[in-house]
Every structure is written in structure tokens, then in C-alpha cells.
């Protein structure tokens, strides 16, 4: 009998240590942090708020180009991005970042954008990143984002939960989305809301969306039409070519 009770105390003992080195990995690789983020996170604030203001103006420039006739093209380069997210989201949006979340930074690829965050969940402190990519749909003024992987540390989490979000996130900011899949993965598809008073008389049309090297380039030109006839952009609200003929036909590289 004591033979019995010894073994079943040493198998017990097997699985706490098993348990405690499995906890002890996943701990240790949730705490893990992507290089970028690393690299992104020790910029000066001097820095950040000069990269910060040349989003602003290229964001300004870019407004004022579009209601005027014609072609327009802007670049929006990694390190504007992340000054503008470090300098600038805190102090004029601070209720954007869900509770939690902070120090959101970006890094981008060709064909390739990785978006990492700290989050804190009581006692549990882990970077989030997620990895996807962005292109134009065959639908005017539409924008397929599609989402890779989400993992915190280096632990890959359940995609679910993070969809609701972006989903509640885009109806809070008025930004009509619906999901689709392609190979496996979700894809989020937006319509720019280009029919706003301002553009009336009008045709806006995004024709290229590129995600560069350390850029997002963004271009597309700008046409008067009679408001009569004018047909608004991303106004239609019959079944897209994505939903027609899948996500797979939908790039516009």
C-alpha cells in the first residue's frame, strides 16, 4: 500500500513541477517584447513631438489638396506615426486607448504593419502586438485590413475577442465596417467616408494604397462633377465585390 501512495505522491509531484515549468515558460515568453517596440519606445520627446507636428501638417496638406481638383499623393513615414501616437494621442484624444492599453507604436514593411501595445489586466502586465496588412478592395473608397496574428509576449492569443473591439471601436467613430476571410484570416473592410458637406460637387477616388518601406503612401485625385448626377463615393449599399467574388479578388496593389 505505502508502495502505492509513493507512486501516486511522485506522479503528483511530476505534474506540479510540470505545471510550474509550463506556467513559469508561458509567463516568461508573455513577457517577451517585439524588438521593434523596444526600439520605437526610446525616442526623445523632443523627437516625438517634431515628428508629431509633421503628421499634422502632412495630414493638413492632404485635406486641402483633396477638395481641390486633380491629382494628390501623401506619405505618412513610421517615425511621424509614432511621435504623433507618443506626443500627440494622449493629450488631445486621452479617451481613444481602451482602459489598459497605452504607448501604442507602429512598424512598418512592405506589405506588412505591426502595431504593438502595453496592456494591463490587474495584477498582469504583457505587449500586445498584432500583425496584419492593408490594401484597397474593387469597391471605390474601400479598405480591406486584414489581421494576421495577435500575441502577448510571444504567446498567440484568440483572435475573437479583438475583432468585437475593433468592431465597437469603428461604430464609435461613425466608420461603417463588416468582416470578411481570406486564407483563414479576418479581414476588416471599411469605407472611407469621403460624402461629408465639405466634398459636395465633388468625386473623390483613392486609387492606391501602398505599404512601403518605414511608409504608408496614399494617393488618388479629385474631380468636380455636377452634384445633379454625382454618384457619392462608398454611398452604394448593395453587395461588394468582396462579398461577390471573395477577398481574394479584392487587392489593389
Known amino acids: 500500500m505505502r508502495r502505492i501512495w509513493r507512486a501516486m505522491l511522485v506522479l503528483l509531484a511530476t505534474f506540479v513541477v510540470g505545471a510550474a515549468i509550463l506556467l513559469t515558460a508561458a509567463y516568461r515568453a508573455s513577457q517577451a517584447v517585439p524588438e521593434f517596440y523596444e526600439a520605437a519606445l526610446v525616442s526623445k520627446p523632443v523627437q516625438q513631438k517634431a515628428a508629431a507636428d ?33 506626443a500627440d494621442l494622449p493629450s488631445k484624444f486621452p479617451g481613444a486607448l481602451p482602459r489598459g492599453v497605452s504607448d501604442p507604436r507602429v512598424h512598418i514593411q512592405p506589405e506588412k504593419m505591426q502595431l ?40 498567440p492569443v484568440p483572435l475573437g475577442q479583438f475583432l468585437e473591439k475593433i468592431a465597437e471601436r469603428a461604430s464609435e467613430a461613425g466608420l461603417p465596417l463588416r468582416w470578411a476571410e481570406e486564407d483563414g484570416d479576418p479581414v476588416a473592410i471599411v469605407a472611407l467616408p469621403l460624402h461629408r458637406r465639405e466634398f459636395r460637387g465633388k468625386n473623390l477616388q483613392v486609387d492606391k494604397l501602398e505599404i512601403g518601406d518605414g511608409e504608408i503612401v496614399v494617393s488618388g485625385q479629385t474631380e468636380v462633377v455636377d452634384e445633379k448626377t454625382a454618384q457619392v463615393p462608398g454611398s452604394d449599399t448593395g453587395p461588394s465585390a468582396a462579398e461577390d467574388s471573395g477577398t481574394n479578388d479584392t487587392h489593389q496593389r
Open 116 to 155: 504593438a501595445v502595453r496592456y494591463q489586466q490587474g495584477d498582469v502586465l504583457t505587449v500586445l502586438s498584432l500583425a496584419g496588412d492593408a490594401y484597397l478592395t474593387d469597391r471605390p473608397n474601400e479598405i480591406a485590413v486584414r489581421i494576421e496574428r495577435v500575441r502577448a509576449g510571444a504567446v
Open 54 to 86: 509633421a503628421l499634422e501638417r502632412q495630414v493638413l496638406n492632404l485635406h486641402n489638396e483633396v477638395r481641390r481638383p486633380g491629382r494628390w499623393e501623401a506619405r505618412f513615414s513610421q517615425e511621424q506615426i509614432n511621435g504623433w501616437l507618443a
